[in-house]
């Protein structure tokens, strides 16, 4: 087994802190001594502005089988007046999660959220002298706070160490596991800020410590920010837009490396008081739009290399999901040792399937649709079906994961069959509906599908999900591959309870294995040849 390394300083934590650690090639969050995913969900901007709103919600997130809920905390409430803070609502989500067994991720809505500052305090909003804003090219101020202030960074930078103090001292029982710094960093309408210190900056040479990472890195950086650079002949003096030539690629980069070193002092000085895992979400930018358009220097998968160089204090950058193409994103995310992180997705149908997709197919930490108290029929939700499967293949998957033995699976009708090669045979995955059995197998689109699989010897397996046909053929011979066994089930305490024997019509009397669409178990399945 590969050695386990804490990606923190050792001395920062106490052994019981929720943590990040690298396991091999894979990254596990800790939390009470054991790996943890997310299976969570995010809360609407307003509704944990309100404990009265929030009140009949606890029941309903635990209908849905969520083990986290994603709470923002918001600057504004948490110091109305400079300097005087009230952590009322901090400590009664903290004190309602604990009583509904459940953990929380805090969203720190300081300076920025969504691109915005929306959520910065009275005091700082009505001084504009005092706390000063982005300004678009014809020098009209935005609604955002510009990172070129140091007096904004310090507000910010205040606040946020208070509230790590107040955790340290008030969550001795570490119901709080996780926390977001800023949301959705971005720069609009334009690519960078035009204020007068932004433009002096821009002038200026590019920082010494951006450029010995780039070229440190220069082997191993992503391709965007290579070839931007190559194309201005790799070189290591000059200001930004000498080292990556004129234009909105380099008005992003620049404004990447501001706000990356702003996010990285406010973390550095948090975690300095309470070293809980910390990340960044993006909001991701539309493909063939110009940044300024979407939020320009956010975390995106084109320019995590500065991020990276600019914010290291940042344990994981984080992609928010509102676009199709879920794999390609998630692909784009973990280039990089950077574990997929899903703090936000649009809560739609389909967020079932990619579930047991991102967990199995990555090394994904956490899974959280947005607004999730949204729904009326919490039972119903496909979601929580899903959650209630993966929080029982959690110990599974956290053993096997390193291995290299977990295996995810993201089916429509676009995309309908996938091979991989696990334990003693080669495994083909369907969509159930290719089977041409179900009624809606005949219809112009279908549901998304998804599921995962689990080799826990050469010819045992635990298969999980909906909508899914797994049939088997043996590796490197001519025999022919048969079930043994397949038995439906469930973990209690981590302990194996079997219920039906799926043999005969469930099997196709041996021919595979099935989960129909829109029904959700595990099976547990042992192959054999003849």
């Given at each position: 087994m590969a050695a386990v390394c804490c990606l923190f300083n050792a001395n920062a934590q106490t052994p019981d802190m929720p943590r990040l650690v690298k396991k091999g090639n894979y990254f596990q969050l800790l939390v009470d001594h054991k790996p943890y995913l997310i299976l969570g969900g995010e809360?609407?901007?307003?509704?944990?502005?309100?404990?009265?709103?929030?009140?009949?919600?606890?029941?309903?997130?635990?209908?849905?089988?969520?083990?986290?809920?994603?709470?923002?905390?918001?600057?504004?409430?948490?110091?109305?007046?400079?300097?005087?803070?009230?952590?009322?609502?901090?400590?009664?989500?903290?004190?309602?999660?604990?009583?509904?067994?459940?953990?929380?991720?805090?969203?720190?809505?300081?300076?920025?959220?969504?691109?915005?500052?929306?959520?910065?305090?009275?005091?700082?909003?009505?001084?504009?002298?005092?706390?000063?804003?982005?300004?678009?090219?014809?020098?009209?101020?935005?609604?955002?706070?510009?990172?070129?202030?140091?007096?904004?960074?310090?507000?910010?930078?205040?606040?946020?160490?208070?509230?790590?103090?107040?955790?340290?001292?008030?969550?001795?029982?570490?119901?709080?596991?996780?926390?977001?710094?800023?949301?959705?960093?971005?720069?609009?309408?334009?690519?960078?800020?035009?204020?007068?210190?932004?433009?002096?900056?821009?002038?200026?040479?590019?920082?010494?410590?951006?450029?010995?990472?780039?070229?440190?890195?220069?082997?191993?950086?992503?391709?965007?920010?290579?070839?931007?650079w190559q194309r201005n002949g790799y070189k290591t003096a000059g200001n930004w837009e000498d080292i990556f030539g004129k234009g909105l690629v380099t008005d992003e980069i620049f404004t990447a490396w501001y706000f990356a070193v702003y996010v990285n002092e406010i973390t550095s000085a948090g975690k300095a008081q309470y070293h809980l895992p910390m990340y960044l979400n993006a909001a991701l930018n539309r493909p063939n739009v110009d940044p300024g358009a979407y939020p320009s220097g956010g975390p995106l998968p084109h320019i995590m290399d500065i991020?990276?160089?600019?914010?290291?204090?940042?344990?994981?950058?984080?992609?928010?999901?509102?676009?199709?193409?879920?794999?390609?994103?998630?692909?784009?995310?973990?280039?990089?040792?950077?574990?997929?992180?899903?703090?936000?997705?649009?809560?739609?149908?389909?967020?079932?399937?990619?579930?047991?997709?991102?967990?199995?197919?990555?090394?994904?930490?956490?899974?959280?649709?947005?607004?999730?108290?949204?729904?009326?029929?919490?039972?119903?939700?496909?979601?929580?079906?899903?959650?209630?499967?993966?929080?029982?293949?959690?110990?599974?998957?956290?053993?096997?994961?390193?291995?290299?033995?977990?295996?995810?699976?993201?089916?429509?009708?676009?995309?309908?069959?996938?091979?991989?090669?696990?334990?003693?045979?080669?495994?083909?995955?369907?969509?159930?509906?290719?089977?041409?059995?179900?009624?809606?197998?005949?219809?112009?689109?279908?549901?998304?599908?998804?599921?995962?699989?689990?080799?826990?010897?050469?010819?045992?397996?635990?298969?999980?999900?909906?909508?899914?046909?797994?049939?088997?053929?043996?590796?490197?011979?001519?025999?022919?591959?048969?079930?043994?066994?397949?038995?439906?089930?469930?973990?209690?305490?981590?302990?194996?309870?079997?219920?039906?024997?799926?043999?005969?019509?469930?099997?196709?009397?041996?021919?595979?294995?099935?989960?129909?669409?829109?029904?959700?178990?595990?099976?547990?399945?042992?192959?054999?040849?003849?």
């Amino acid at each position: 087994m590969a050695a386990v390394c804490c990606l923190f300083n050792a001395n920062a934590q106490t052994p019981d802190m929720p943590r990040l650690v690298k396991k091999g090639n894979y990254f596990q969050l800790l939390v009470d001594h054991k790996p943890y995913l997310i299976l969570g969900g995010e809360l609407g901007n307003s509704s944990a502005s309100s404990k009265t709103y929030m009140k009949p919600i606890w029941a309903k997130l635990k209908k849905m089988n969520l083990n986290t809920v994603i709470v923002p905390v918001y600057w504004e409430l948490m110091e109305p007046e400079e300097g005087k803070f009230n952590f009322t609502l901090v400590d009664y989500h903290i004190k309602a999660a604990r009583e509904n067994h459940l953990k929380l991720v805090l969203l720190w809505f300081g300076s920025w959220k969504n691109s915005m500052s929306c959520y910065a305090p009275r005091w700082v909003k009505t001084n504009e002298a005092r706390f000063p804003r982005t300004k678009d090219k014809i020098g009209k101020p935005q609604e955002i706070l510009t990172p070129f202030n140091k007096d904004n960074l310090k507000a910010d930078k205040s606040a946020f160490v208070k509230l790590m103090q107040h955790l340290k001292k008030t969550d001795v029982q570490h119901t709080v596991i996780a926390v977001q710094v800023e949301n959705e960093i971005g720069m609009l309408p334009n690519a960078r800020s035009y204020d007068d210190a932004a433009n002096r900056s821009f002038q200026q040479a590019v920082p010494a410590q951006f450029m010995n990472y780039l070229q440190k890195n220069k082997e191993i950086l992503l391709p965007e920010i290579k070839a931007i650079w190559q194309r201005n002949g790799y070189k290591t003096a000059g200001n930004w837009e000498d080292i990556f030539g004129k234009g909105l690629v380099t008005d992003e980069i620049f404004t990447a490396w501001y706000f990356a070193v702003y996010v990285n002092e406010i973390t550095s000085a948090g975690k300095a008081q309470y070293h809980l895992p910390m990340y960044l979400n993006a909001a991701l930018n539309r493909p063939n739009v110009d940044p300024g358009a979407y939020p320009s220097g956010g975390p995106l998968p084109h320019i995590m290399d500065i991020w990276k160089a600019g914010a290291p204090a940042i344990d994981i950058l984080a992609p928010d999901f509102y676009f199709p193409n879920f794999q390609h994103w998630a692909d784009l995310y973990t280039r990089t040792a950077n574990p997929l992180f899903i703090p936000e997705i649009k809560f739609e149908r389909g967020d079932d399937a990619k579930a047991f997709f991102a967990f199995g197919n990555y090394n994904c930490l956490s899974f959280s649709p947005f607004s999730i108290e949204s729904t009326e029929t919490p039972q119903k939700e496909p979601i929580g079906k899903a959650y209630h499967i993966l929080g029982q293949l959690t110990p599974l998957i956290a053993k096997y994961a390193p291995m290299g033995t977990v295996k995810g699976f993201l089916f429509d009708k676009d995309s309908v069959t996938k091979k991989v090669k696990l334990g003693n045979y080669l495994l083909t995955i369907k969509h159930e509906y290719a089977l041409g059995w179900s009624p809606g197998s005949k219809d112009d689109t279908w549901p998304q599908t998804g599921g995962i699989i689990i080799c826990v010897a050469p010819d045992e397996f635990y298969v999980a999900g909906t909508g899914i046909v797994v049939t088997y053929e043996p590796l490197g011979n001519s025999k022919k591959a048969g079930l043994l066994s397949v038995d439906e089930g469930h973990f209690k305490l981590s302990k194996w309870i079997p219920g039906r024997i799926m043999n005969g019509d469930q099997d196709h009397q041996g021919r595979h294995v099935r989960i129909p669409v829109y029904e959700y178990n595990i099976q547990h399945v042992k192959a054999y040849t003849y």
